[in-house]
């Protein structure tokens, strides 16, 4: 009998609107789209939004539940225990700063696993089964008071960009640049309580070029409208101001050069390959902006240099030279290749399916595996072969220490594949997999083999793994790929033309993308 992919749930709990910007629930979105790749479902649960916010997660078929605009801690907090209980949710998301410690515990997840959104420790989340830090300043050893309990996500690797940006990766370094910047980009998030937006054009207004086409995003929550209408009146610039924008990549497409809160818009924009001056205008923004500007991905200027000559001073730069705005652009680029989402929701989905070591009694369906015609056809070596031997075969491997066999089960206990590792040719760990036909095409794989190996270097230590694929297995390649696995060579197994792929670990990624700068440091 087939074994049934479940449909894995996601609830989301982020607000929007003039005090919290919209910065938390667009970056859930990315999330969610990715958690919707993988054929699954995503409900969000927030306070009032803003229609246009709104009508966009609807757009994207997530299911929005609304808090009514009076209910009150205790109110909220008995509504969303019930929507918990109703809709069974795989993982429940917080991402707030009000979502700390003392919420958490009111909160009855029954089977949902618990992921806390952190940028600036805002929480000890004792309570939660992760925990996620996307920032560029973010690693694993800020939460070692909670290591023990919460298992860390963090750093850039894993940076929540929405599809919309992935039409834009383009690298930056081939493609043509104006010598000064003559489309420049103002975007401050979704509120800008401080009007720091026209503060800026005012600077411009005295270093960009005449007739400079500027473009100002003006959040939905934003409550400066009248008198940046006033400001792009009197102004020598090109000035268009831009509400309700549903896409925000057709902006990029045409920017030389951003100035922006130092938000989660920064990593669109790195991602994008856009040249950004980041401005933080939150407490929370400061390690941001420090942390690309360190990288070489952004200048920064502090809210207090608006009111002296040192911001005109940077704007003013920027415009003018087209290295430093080149430089910037292709090391954003570098830093943020716009799959974290993907990885992070590979890695909430790992987590819903339990590894053992195989025993004796899983080899008839071992067996069974083996002799899968999908399976065989990318097998090395013959693709037939005695049942009595090979049933020998992997009972001596289930006591070889040297082979690892992990078997994978669902939530109800059923075997859904097999994860193999053989360390038997010396210092490197071979990778195999082995799905049923229910759990292929879905991104699952991609998610197990990663959870394979930062089990096994967690219980190890570092491990040199390396995965051998035929070219026209197109689909193992993909999987392997995605899970940080990169082509090395090509050889022969059984005769038979196969390509290597060794593993690139997050350590090796997170050292890859340092500047040589940082690196030489």
Not at 97 to 120: E, M, S, W
Not at 369 to 397: C, K
Not at 455 to 481: C, H, L, M, W
Request: aromatic content about 6%; overall charge neutral; proline content about 5%.
């Amino acid at each position: 009998m087939p074994v049934r992919i479940p449909t894995h749930k996601l609830l989301i709990r982020a607000d929007a609107g003039p005090k919290q910007g919209t910065g938390h629930v667009m970056r859930c979105l990315a999330l969610g789209q990715a958690w919707q790749k993988m054929r699954g479902q995503v409900t969000f649960l927030t306070g009032p939004l803003p229609a246009r916010l709104s009508m966009r997660l609807k757009a994207e078929n997530i299911t929005l539940q609304t808090l009514p605009p009076d209910a009150d801690d205790h109110a909220e907090n008995l509504l969303f225990n019930k929507l918990i209980e109703q809709y069974d949710p795989d993982w429940v998301v917080l991402d707030g700063y009000q979502f700390g410690d003392d919420y958490q515990k009111k909160l009855v997840p029954g089977n949902a696993r618990l992921l806390a959104i952190d940028d600036y420790g805002h929480a000890q989340h004792d309570l939660a089964d992760a925990v996620f830090n996307q920032n560029a300043y973010a690693t694993t050893q800020d939460y070692s008071p909670v290591r023990s309990g919460p298992e860390v996500i963090a750093g850039l690797k894993y940076v929540l960009i929405r599809d919309e940006f992935h039409c834009l990766n383009k690298n930056p370094a081939a493609l043509p640049r104006a010598s000064k910047a003559k489309r420049i980009l103002i975007t401050f998030g979704g509120s800008d309580p401080n009007n720091t937006t026209d503060e800026v054009l005012q600077i411009l207004n005295d270093c960009a070029l005449p007739l400079t086409s500027v473009d100002v995003i003006v959040g939905p929550c934003n409550p400066h409208i009248e008198s940046l209408k006033a400001t792009a009146k009197k102004s020598q610039l090109s000035i268009r101001l831009h509400s309700n924008v549903d896409r925000m990549s057709k902006l990029f497409e045409r920017t030389d050069l951003a100035i922006t809160a130092a938000g989660s818009t920064c990593y669109e924009l790195c991602h994008a390959g856009v040249p950004m001056i980041a401005i933080p205008i939150a407490p929370n923004q400061q390690a941001v902006a420090g942390a690309l500007c360190q990288q070489g991905a952004a200048q920064e200027i502090t809210q207090n240099d608006l009111k002296t000559g040192h911001a005109r001073k940077v704007i003013g730069q920027a415009i003018h030279d087209v290295k430093l705005r080149q430089s910037l652009s292709e090391t954003g680029f570098r830093l943020v290749d716009g799959q974290g989402a993907a990885r992070l929701a590979r890695r909430l989905c790992s987590h819903l399916y339990h590894f053992r070591q195989a025993q004796d009694q899983d080899v008839p369906m071992l067996l069974d595996w083996h002799n899968d015609s999908e399976i065989r056809a990318t097998r090395f070596g013959p693709t037939t072969s005695n049942e009595n031997q090979l049933r020998n075969w992997f009972l001596n491997q289930l006591d070889d220490a040297r082979h690892l066999n992990w078997m994978i089960d669902n939530h109800d206990g059923r075997p859904v594949g097999q994860i193999h590792l053989d360390s038997s040719s010396g210092n490197r760990t071979e990778v195999r997999i082995s799905l049923t036909p229910s759990m292929r095409g879905k991104g699952i794989g991609t998610a197990l083999i990663e959870a394979a190996c930062r089990r096994r270097n967690k219980e190890s230590g570092d491990t040199q793994f390396v995965a051998y694929i035929k070219p026209i297995d197109i689909a193992s390649q993909t999987a392997f790929r995605k899970a940080g696995f990169k082509p090395v060579a090509t050889t022969t197994i059984h005769g038979q033309v196969a390509l290597e792929l060794a593993y690139h670990s997050e350590r090796e990624h997170a050292a890859s993308i340092l500047t040589p700068q940082l690196k030489a440091s």
